[in-house]
């Protein structure tokens, strides 16, 4: 006989997948399951685990956050152009 196993059991066995960081086998004998089960749970409900648990920015800090960035590797940019100038120097 085939077990049925509601939407919010599945999204709960996702989640602690990944809350602990266990593998599919390691987690289709914890709970009795077919690792085909829950590999198929995995496919279709990780996705929206690891959306929610990514930092979200509100767009503001964003955009400073790729201003100090663009400001960094312009830093960079002039420094590597400096040293470039002082080593062509010693070469002639």
Do not use: C
Not at 28 to 36: F, G, H, Q, T, V
Not at 45 to 55: A, D, G, M, R, V
């Amino acid at each position: 006989m085939r077990k049925k196993f509601d939407e919010e059991f599945k999204k709960s066995t996702v989640q602690m997948m990944i809350d602990q960081n266990k593998s599919v086998a390691q987690t289709a004998r914890e709970l009795d399951i077919s690792p085909n089960t829950i590999h198929n749970w995995k496919k279709k409900y990780e996705q929206e685990f690891i959306t929610k648990s990514l930092p979200q920015l509100p767009e503001d800090q964003q955009r400073k956050a790729y201003e100090k960035r663009i400001r960094d590797l312009e830093e960079e940019n002039a420094i590597l152009k400096k040293a470039m100038h002082f080593f062509a120097k010693d070469h002639r």
